[in-house]
């Protein structure tokens, strides 16, 4: 009889030692492989699966529900993210209704002759919801106070398109490094070649003259001033000079 429990619980235990098939259902074919060989294989390579695993972790698409483009008053974003937010508490969607995102991304501004990053939205106007699209949630999100409507709704009263997955991650997942997402991070120049500044410090403090280049990587211009008669070059950075 003790040789029978044991043959008992060896599927329990296999069973269990299967277990992350049930959150990672796309891995689950190779994991199920009968060959004896392969599974070794799984085992030499499970360093670089944990870390495919943790890149899908942390992207999107890969949670709960599907992503939709909700459209709102522009200016009211946040608002109407609050609204939201308290509309899906009270009517109990936390089950359907999982996430609302006002999707921002840094950019580098000069403000007072220094660069500042600061946070601006993407899309002025529109906020992502992740969902499970059903007639409630339907009916939740259209009638929060500040909502205009869903993008992707081909006629009134059709339930919305969800996202691809490259709009999901384009929208929420594009990192710093990507090429498009540095043009966007492209600094936005206070001063521009032609306008007329003042010196505020250094030994041409209080001289007047105009801007003849702009060196953003450095944060220095050039400014032609009139020293002694003479229009003559002077590098300077951004904090030195004012706007006349």
């Known amino acids: 009889m003790s040789d029978e429990t044991i043959q008992d619980t060896l599927p329990e235990e296999s069973a269990t030692s ?4 049930e959150t990672l259902p796309e891995d689950s074919g190779d994991v199920e492989a009968p060959d004896v060989e392969a599974e070794s294989e799984t085992a030499v390579d499970g360093d ?5 695993d943790e890149i899908e972790e942390d992207d999107p698409w890969t949670r709960p529900g599907e992503w939709y483009v909700v459209h709102t008053q522009s200016g009211y974003e946040k608002k109407v993210t609050a609204n939201l937010h308290s509309r899906i508490e009270s009517m109990n969607m936390e089950d359907s209704i999982f996430e609302v995102v006002i999707p921002m ?11 500042q990053t600061v946070q601006r939205k993407v899309f002025p106007g529109y906020l992502l919801v992740r969902c499970r699209m059903d007639d409630e949630s339907w009916y939740c999100i259209r009638n929060t106070p500040g909502v205009t409507g869903f993008v992707g709704q081909s006629r009134p009263g059709q339930k919305p398109t969800p996202l691809s997955r490259r709009d999901v991650r384009n929208f929420l997942s594009a990192k710093a490094t990507d090429p498009e997402r540095q043009a966007r991070r ?3 120049l206070e001063y521009e070649v032609g306008d007329s500044v003042r010196v505020r410090e250094g030994p041409f403090a209080d001289f007047s003259g105009e801007i003849a280049e702009i060196n953003t ?3 220095k ?3 032609l001033v009139n020293i002694f008669g003479r229009e003559t070059l002077v590098e300077m950075d951004f904090g030195q000079v004012a706007k006349l």
Do not use: A, I
């Not at 299967?18 to 098939?21: C, I, N």
């Not at 670089?48 to 495919?52: K, R």
């Open 105 to 115: 991304e840094e950019v580098d501004e000069f403000r007072n002759g220094r660069k």
């Open 221 to 223: 211009m050039k400014v």
């Open 18 to 21: 299967d277990t992350p098939e």
């Open 217 to 219: 990587d450095h944060l």
């Open 186 to 188: 492209k600094p936005k």
């Open 48 to 52: 670089s699966d944990d870390e495919e």
